[in-house]
């Protein structure tokens, strides 16, 4: 069982800068495949970003590709997603998935956990 506890969401300007944490419970956080998801309000949760348990292999939606980064740091049970140059777009509620497999990151019905969401609200 991992538990998931997203962090750092709020409400930032247009051009602005939010740096997400996701701190997962369980000892076995290093083994899981990790995902960052959204979900605008009236659309579809999406894909936004994942990291492999090694950080071997990071992969990005492309309308986020060199704006975000997605990181992690196995020791503190922790994945991170950086997020910058941010647009209206970007709005939404993001949240962080473990995924016992990591072979294919894009799919949500891969992620076993999920944590509650954290609001990201970019104004113009």
């Known amino acids: 069982q991992v538990q998931l506890v997203e962090s750092g969401g709020g409400l930032v300007q247009a051009g602005g800068s939010l740096r997400l944490s996701c701190t997962a419970s369980?000892?076995?956080?290093?083994?899981?495949?990790m995902g960052w998801f959204r979900q605008a309000p009236g659309k579809e949760r999406e894909f936004v970003a994942a990291?492999?348990?090694?950080?071997?292999?990071?992969t990005y939606a492309d309308s986020v590709k060199g704006r975000f980064t997605i990181s992690r740091d196995n020791a503190k049970n922790t994945v991170f997603l950086q997020m910058n140059s941010l647009n209206p777009e970007d709005t939404g509620v993001y949240y962080c998935?473990?995924?016992?497999?990591?072979?294919?990151?894009?799919?949500?019905?891969?992620?076993?956990?999920w944590g509650q969401g954290t609001q990201v609200t970019v104004s113009s």
């Open positions: 369980g000892r076995t956080f290093s083994r899981y495949a």
């Open positions: 998935a473990a995924d016992p497999f990591g072979l294919e990151y894009q799919v949500s019905s891969e992620y076993d956990y």
């Open positions: 990291i492999s348990w090694s950080a071997g292999v990071i």
